[in-house]
C-alpha cells in the first residue's frame, strides 16, 4: 500500500506540475478551483542560487500546506554547478535550484547527477535603462537589437552595470546573448566563433563601468549610485527583468529605468527546481508537494507579484509593468557544447571586459603565523592557474589585469605591481605565484596606513590609465595595533577615489570594524572565518 500511495502522488505531480519541457496541455484551473495540495513530510535540502533567497516566505508558505520544509544552501554558480558535477552535491543535499541548468548540462556525466527538473518562473535578462537616456536614444517605444545596443555602448551613449559572466548567470546569460546576436548565425555559437566577435563584444563591454558578482549586490550598488549622484552615474544594468522591475518598484530610483527588449532575443532564466539523482522515495515524494505546490495558479501569482518573475505556466495574466505580453521575445540559441562556453567565459576576462586593477592589501603581522600565513599563500597561488577547479579556471588573474600587492605590518612594506599581458601571461602569473611564496612574518598591525597606500597607489596608476575596473581587497586576522585609526580613516574617505574595498573577515579580525570599512567605501565584507581563505579570494575575484 505505501509503495501504491506513492506512485500515486507521483501520478499526481505529473498532472499537476510540468517538468522540464514546459507546460502542457489545456488551460490552467482558476485559483479558487485547485485540487488537494499533495502532502510530504521531513525536509527538502536545496544547493540554491543566492538569488532565490527572496521565495523564503513563499517557501513558508508551502511548509504549511505540504508537510515539507525546504531549506536553502545558497551557492555560486560555478561553485553550485561543480558541486554537482563531482557528486557532493548528492552528499548533502536532494535538490538544485539554480537560475538554468544549461550550462550544467553541458559538462560529461551531469545528465546523470540529476534527476527530474521543474520550471518554477522565468526571467529574460535584458537592459535597463534609465528613463531620459532610453528616450535620447530612441528606445522608448522601439525595440533595439542587440548590435544596435553595443554600437552605442562602444560610442559612450550609456554606460551600465553588469555581474560578472564567471560568477553569476544573469552576466553569464548576458554574454550568451550578446554573443549570440552580434553572430547572427541564429545557432548555437561554437568556440571558433568567438575571435571574430572580439571587436563588437569590446565595443558593448566599453559601456560597462559597474560589475558585481551577484545580482543582488549589483542591485544595491547601482542604487547607492544613483542615489549619492556623485559623478560617476551608470546609466543602467544589463540584468534579470524581475532585477529592474523590482528597482522601479522600490522608489528607491531618482529616475525609473526603462526595460529595453532586443528585438533579435533574450536568454531567459527558468528557475528549474531539480531534484538529484538516488535520493530516497520519501525525498521524491517530498519534491512533488513542493513543486507541486509552486505551480499552482495561485502560487505562481504571488511569485510573481512579490519577485517580479514571470509566471512558469500558462495562462495567467501578467502585470501591465512586464514588457512584451505576447510571447514576442525570441530566444537566443545557448551555447551547444561545453569548450565553446567555457571560451566565451575566458575570453571576456582575457580579452572583452574593461580590464582590472586589483590592489591587495596583505596583513603579515606576527599573528598571522602558522596555517594563516599558509593559507594566504595558497589563496594567491590558486589566483595564478594553480587551482583547476571549474571555478578556479575563470577566477585565475586574466590578461590585461594589474595587479598590486601592499603588504603590511608595523608599516606599509613595499608595494610590487605585476602587469599581466595580453597573451602570454603565465610568465607573470609564475612571478606572483613566486612573490606569494616568498612572503614573510612579523611585527604590528597597521590596516589603515597600508590603506591609504592603496588608495595612494591607485590614484597614480588612474592619472595616465583610468579605464579600469579599481578594487581593493583587506586581508587582516586582528585589530589595528599600529599607526591610524578608523576615525582618521573615515575623515580621509570623502577626499578618497571612489574605489571599493572588499574586506576579509578572518582570525580575530575586528568585524564590526571591517564591515564599517566596506559600507564607507562601498565595498562588500567575505567570511573566511569559518570557510577557507582560498574559497574568499575566489568569490571575491567575481567583484573585480
Excluded at 214 to 225: E, I, P, Q, R, V
Excluded at 358 to 367: F, K, M, P, Q
Excluded at 458 to 466: C, F, G, I, R, Y
Aim: a neutral charge; proline letters at 5%.
Amino acid at each position: 500500500m505505501r509503495r501504491f500511495g506513492v506512485a500515486l502522488l507521483a501520478a499526481a505531480f505529473m498532472l499537476a506540475a510540468c517538468t522540464e519541457s514546459g507546460a502542457k496541455g489545456g488551460a490552467t484551473k482558476p485559483a479558487g478551483s485547485e485540487e488537494p495540495y499533495l502532502k510530504g513530510s521531513g525536509t527538502l535540502r536545496v544547493l540554491a542560487g543566492s538569488e532565490l533567497t527572496d521565495l523564503q516566505p513563499i517557501l513558508d508558505q508551502a511548509k504549511q500546506a505540504t508537510g515539507v520544509e525546504v531549506k536553502l544552501q545558497a551557492t555560486g554558480t560555478l561553485d553550485g554547478i561543480e558541486n554537482v558535477v563531482s557528486g557532493n552535491a548528492a552528499k548533502n543535499y536532494d535538490a538544485i535550484w539554480f537560475a538554468s541548468n544549461r550550462y550544467l548540462q553541458l559538462h560529461p556525466g551531469a545528465g546523470d547527477k540529476i534527476g527530474t527538473a521543474t520550471k518554477v518562473a522565468t526571467s529574460p535578462v535584458v537592459l535597463g535603462l534609465r528613463a531620459s537616456v532610453a528616450q535620447q536614444l530612441g528606445w522608448s517605444n522601439r525595440r533595439p537589437t542587440w548590435s544596435e545596443i553595443a554600437v552605442a555602448a562602444g560610442e559612450h551613449k550609456f554606460t551600465y552595470g553588469m555581474t560578472n559572466p564567471a560568477s553569476s548567470n544573469s552576466g553569464f546569460s548576458a554574454l550568451v546573448g550578446v554573443a549570440a546576436a552580434l553572430a547572427g548565425t541564429g545557432a548555437a555559437l561554437n568556440a571558433e566563433q568567438i575571435a571574430p566577435l572580439t571587436p563588437r563584444l569590446r565595443a558593448f563591454f566599453a559601456g560597462q563601468n559597474l560589475t558585481a558578482g551577484s545580482s543582488g549586490w549589483l542591485a544595491d550598488a547601482f542604487t547607492k549610485n544613483a542615489i549619492e549622484k556623485n559623478g560617476h552615474a551608470v546609466d543602467g544594468l544589463v540584468n534579470y527583468e524581475s532585477v529592474i522591475l523590482s528597482l522601479n518598484a522600490s522608489g528607491k530610483l531618482p529616475e525609473k529605468l526603462t526595460v529595453v527588449y532586443p528585438s533579435d532575443g533574450v536568454v531567459t532564466a527558468d528557475y528549474p527546481l531539480t531534484l538529484l539523482a538516488g535520493v530516497s522515495e520519501q525525498t521524491k515524494t517530498n519534491y512533488a508537494a513542493v513543486a507541486d505546490y509552486l505551480r499552482r495558479p495561485s502560487v505562481q501569482q504571488q511569485i510573481m507579484a512579490r519577485t517580479w518573475r514571470r509566471p512558469a505556466v500558462p495562462n495567467l495574466s501578467l502585470s501591465p509593468e512586464f514588457g512584451p505580453q505576447d510571447n514576442t521575445l525570441p530566444e537566443l540559441p545557448f551555447p551547444g557544447k561545453l569548450d565553446a562556453a567555457n571560451a566565451l567565459i575566458g575570453a571576456f576576462g582575457d580579452d572583452l571586459r574593461k580590464p582590472a586593477r586589483t590592489i591587495y592589501v596583505l596583513d603579515l603581522s606576527g599573528s598571522m603565523k602558522g596555517e594563516r600565513i599558509q593559507g594566504l599563500k595558497n589563496a594567491l597561488v590558486g589566483l595564478t592557474g594553480a587551482d583547476t577547479s571549474l571555478s578556479g579556471q575563470f577566477t585565475r588573474f586574466n590578461g590585461r589585469e594589474q595587479v598590486l600587492m601592499v603588504p603590511f605590518s608595523s608599516k606599509p612594506g613595499q608595494v610590487r605591481r605585476f602587469d599581466v599581458p595580453e597573451d602570454n601571461f603565465q610568465p607573470t602569473l609564475d612571478e606572483i605565484r613566486g612573490y606569494a611564496g616568498g612572503l614573510n612574518i612579523g611585527g604590528d598591525t597597521a590596516i589603515y596606513d597600508a590603506l591609504l597606500v592603496a588608495y595612494d597607489q591607485a590614484a597614480a596608476l588612474a592619472k595616465d590609465d583610468p579605464d579600469r575596473f579599481t578594487s581593493i581587497v583587506l586581508l587582516t586576522d586582528g585589530e589595528v595595533t599600529a599607526g591610524s585609526r578608523l576615525d582618521a580613516f573615515r575623515a580621509r574617505v570623502p577626499q578618497l577615489a571612489k574605489i571599493p574595498v572588499f574586506t576579509i573577515l578572518f582570525g580575530e579580525g575586528n568585524v564590526g570594524e571591517m564591515q564599517q570599512i566596506a559600507d564607507l567605501t562601498g565595498g562588500k565584507s567575505f567570511d573566511a572565518r569559518t570557510g577557507s581563505l582560498p574559497a574568499a579570494f575566489k568569490e571575491i575575484r567575481g567583484y573585480q
